[in-house]
């Protein structure tokens, strides 16, 4: 299995609190994703990132924002949870194979 | 607006059975996935189709690649109950001016593989 790791792999929040999500690779990639995965979405991008403070954004940035300041680790960070980012959030890296970290699930009451 | 369809969403078949499920790609793309994802774990490559008339096969699964049609097809052979799974396919959307591995996802494939 590639080295990815995401912490927490399970949280609960409320409402207007921020969060915020790590992944951590040991594989030294340069590009790492963050997906949401919601039933009947499939997965969608939420931000990328191909290097140390390199970031852009995917399809489903809005409300989320990202920074990466090691070539290891990617952090999601929620600024003011909702309801409607409940959901379960993967990590990938790669470029042309992407390999996914075991995900978060995380739930905004 | 880009668009990755795939169908039948859900899927139930008898073990022994051969079946294909379909992905669509609205945007042109050289470059398609297939993932397996079994339930409350994470994503598992399965192949990659880098060109056009690309077939890949593993086991029970053969995957190919039309890019004139933008259409791939995840072929299941004598479909066993361990095939039971969701399947994405994924079409990377770096010639539509996205970064390399920008990947679009269809809403996957409920396959249910009775015996």
């Known amino acids: 299995d590639a080295g990815i790791t995401q912490s927490p792999r399970h949280k609960v929040t409320e409402t207007g609190t921020p969060v915020t999500l790590r992944c951590h690779q040991t594989e030294n990639h340069r590009y790492m994703y963050w997906y949401r995965q919601d039933p009947g979405h499939g997965l969608r991008l939420i931000h990328y990132s191909y290097g140390v403070k390199d970031t852009d954004k995917g399809e489903v940035s809005d409300g989320y924002s990202v920074s990466r300041s090691k070539t290891e680790d990617f952090l999601l960070t929620l600024e003011s949870a909702t309801s409607s980012q409940t959901s379960v959030y993967f990590c990938?890296?790669?470029?042309?194979?992407?390999?996914f970290g075991p995900g978060t699930r995380l739930t905004v009451t | 607006e880009l668009k990755v369809e795939q169908n039948p969403l859900f899927l139930s078949m008898q073990e022994g059975k051969n079946y294909t499920i379909y992905c669509n790609y609205s945007?042109?793309?050289?470059?398609l996935y297939w993932y397996r994802q079994d339930p409350g774990k994470s994503l598992e490559s399965l192949f990659v189709l880098l060109s056009n008339g690309a077939v890949k096969q593993e086991g029970r699964l053969m995957a190919s690649l039309d890019t004139k049609a933008r259409l791939s097809t995840l072929h299941i052979t004598a479909a066993v109950h361990d095939l039971s799974a969701t399947y994405f396919c994924?079409?990377?959307?770096?010639?539509?001016?996205?970064?390399?591995?920008?990947?679009?996802f269809g809403k996957g494939t409920k396959l249910s593989v009775k015996p």
């Open positions: 994924a079409v990377d959307i770096a010639n539509y001016g996205g970064s390399q591995g920008n990947l679009i």
């Open positions: 990938a890296i790669g470029g042309a194979w992407q390999y």
């Open positions: 945007t042109t793309s050289d470059r």
